[in-house]
Every structure is written in structure tokens, then in C-alpha cells.
């Protein structure tokens, strides 16, 4: 044996109840914080639930410090950094106890996920720090953070295509098309989270909405925050972005059959409910501002029951 190969250390290898103990804790993470997302989780087959609640759980991470208000920007930038410094050491067989860490590790290596895919879900969290503003600098006037849609793509293939090109190792595929699909599926998925959660993301100073779509219909982003809203004059501009995500969910009806079948009902699962949430608030005349629209319980239980079926099959 050369000197090489005996001096190497010895790279960490944690055993089958330490995994088993770490990919619990992150289920448990999934499933108390993944209000839609758990739902596709719970029909795939157990080892690659086990991934994606890793996966889930690293981004649940990031996000508490990203938006971690007691801390400064740059303490939460900094926080973020040393975070994914534990990340890539333990993805470098370095020991850790984190059962977080345990477990990423082990799906990153189990379904082969590019670990620059890993640091963009972590900087895509901290994406809206960047636009914050220091503290020193005041409150400032509300307005639109992108100019234009392209602008806005860009931001949700941070955080949300991203998370789609990942799930995608985790199910499985081998049509390279499937890459770009993913990426659009996360585009809708994104957009009905904006057009949701427009009245709470105004009350943290934060317009997604492009300015050149405000300025189509006539809209300023103090339009958005006004006391007694008027969502006739908001409802074009909603319609619009969700005319986008409506586009956007035809590839993912594209992207079922290119993942791997026993992965198929999962995505179908996931898709049918953003979809459904996007239908719902249609259904509301996009009033998005009188109360927060969410899909019930039990409206996600019919889904995941349609999806076991399909697993069934």
C-alpha cells in the first residue's frame, strides 16, 4: 500500500440508525412545515420521501436564517455563509452530528444532486436580503423591486426552479427535456405564491410585481398597500401573472411522464394542488386581500388520494 493511500483519512460514513434517526427528524420538519408541499412527499416510495424531506429540511434552514429578523443583514448573510461551510464539509465526508447534515449528505450522494444546486436553494433564500434595506438607511417609499418579467424570472429560478431542478434527481428522469420543464414548473409554482401572498409580502415592503406591469393597468406599488384596497383595479394585474403561471403548469403536465413512474403520482400530487390553489383564488375574483386563500385540508387529502391511486395503477 503507498504512504498516499495509508495517510488518507478516513472519510465519515454515519451507520443505518444514526440515518435513520437523521432522516426522521427531517420528515418531521416536512411534515410540520410543508403545508402543500408534504402532500406529494407522502406518495413516493420511503427512500425518496426520505431525500426530499432532507432536501425540504436544508431549505427550512436556510429560510429561519434568512429571515431571522433579530439579526442584520449582514449578520444574516454571514450566518448563511458559515451554515453552508458546515454543509460542504460534511458533503466532504467530514464528521458531523447535525441529523440535517446526515441526511442531505446522504441524498445528495444517493440520487447524485450537483452540490452548486444545493448553494443556489441557499442563496436563493437570502435573495431578499439583497433588496432590504440597511438599517440606517430609514424607511423608504414602496416600490416595485423588477422592471420587468425577465427580472422577475430570474428571482424565482432562485428559489423556486431551483428546488424543481432538485426534485427532479430525487424522482428520477432521462430525457434531458425535463431540466427546463422543471425550471417552468417552479416558475408556477412561484408565481401563485406571489399572487397569494401579495397583502403580507406589501406589509414587508416587498413588491413583486414587475413595474412594467403595474404600469399597464395604471397601478403604483402604493396601490397594493392601501388601507381600503379596490381589487377591481388590482384584478387585471393579477390575472395576468396568473395567465403566466397557467402557461408555466402545462409544462409540468409536460414533465409527469419524463420522471421516473413511481415518482409520477408524487409530482402529479404537488402540481394538481398549486394548481388548484391558483383555480381557487380565480375563483375568488382575486381577492387575495380580504383573508389569506389557502386549499383545506381536506381538499388536499382528495388530491393525495387521487395520487395513491395512480401509484395503485
Not at 426520505?50 to 436556510?62: I, K
Not at 467530514?94 to 440520487?111: H, S, W
Not at 441557499?122 to 414602496?142: C, I, N, R
Not at 409544462?251 to 394548481?275: F, H, K, M, N
Request: proline content about 4%; glycine content about 4%; overall charge neutral.
Amino acid at each position: 500500500m503507498s504512504t498516499a493511500v495509508s495517510n488518507a483519512p478516513a472519510q465519515f460514513a454515519p451507520t443505518a440508525s444514526q440515518l435513520e434517526m437523521a432522516y426522521s427528524v427531517c420528515r418531521h420538519i416536512a411534515r410540520s412545515a410543508a403545508k402543500n408541499f408534504y402532500y406529494g412527499f407522502v406518495v413516493l416510495p420511503r427512500h425518496k420521501r426520505n431525500a426530499l424531506s432532507a432536501v425540504y429540511a436544508f431549505m427550512r434552514r436556510c429560510d429561519d436564517i434568512a429571515d431571522d429578523n433579530t439579526l442584520s443583514r449582514e449578520d444574516r448573510h454571514n450566518k448563511l455563509a458559515e451554515w453552508l461551510d458546515k454543509v460542504h464539509r460534511a458533503l466532504a465526508a467530514q464528521p458531523t452530528d447535525d441529523p440535517l447534515l446526515l441526511a442531505l449528505t446522504d441524498a445528495q450522494r444517493r440520487y447524485q444532486i450537483p452540490i452548486g444546486l444545493l448553494d443556489q436553494l441557499a442563496f436563493g433564500t437570502a435573495a431578499d436580503l439583497d433588496y432590504d434595506e440597511p438599517e440606517s438607511a430609514g424607511k423608504t417609499a414602496l416600490a416595485a423591486r423588477y422592471q420587468n418579467f425577465d427580472e422577475l424570472r430570474q428571482y424565482c429560478y432562485g428559489v423556486a426552479s431551483v428546488v424543481g431542478l432538485v426534485c427532479i434527481r430525487i424522482f428520477g428522469y432521462r430525457d434531458p427535456a425535463a431540466e427546463p420543464l422543471a425550471e417552468r414548473c417552479g416558475l408556477a409554482f412561484q408565481l401563485t405564491n406571489i399572487i397569494r401572498d401579495v397583502k403580507e409580502d406589501v406589509g414587508n415592503g416587498r413588491i413583486y410585481f414587475p413595474q412594467e406591469d403595474l404600469a399597464q393597468f395604471g397601478l403604483t406599488a402604493n396601490d397594493l398597500a392601501a388601507v381600503n384596497i379596490d381589487v377591481s383595479r388590482i384584478r387585471p394585474l393579477l390575472v395576468l401573472e396568473a395567465e403566466r403561471a397557467r402557461e408555466c403548469y402545462r409544462a409540468g403536465d409536460e414533465l409527469i411522464p419524463l420522471v421516473s413512474e413511481d415518482s409520477q403520482p408524487a409530482l402529479w400530487v404537488l402540481i394538481t394542488i398549486y394548481r388548484r390553489l391558483l383555480e381557487k383564488i380565480a375563483a375568488k375574483q382575486y381577492d387575495v386581500f380580504s383573508e389569506r386563500v389557502a386549499l383545506t385540508v381536506r381538499e388536499k387529502l382528495v388530491i393525495l388520494g387521487k395520487g395513491f391511486v395512480q401509484r395503485l395503477v
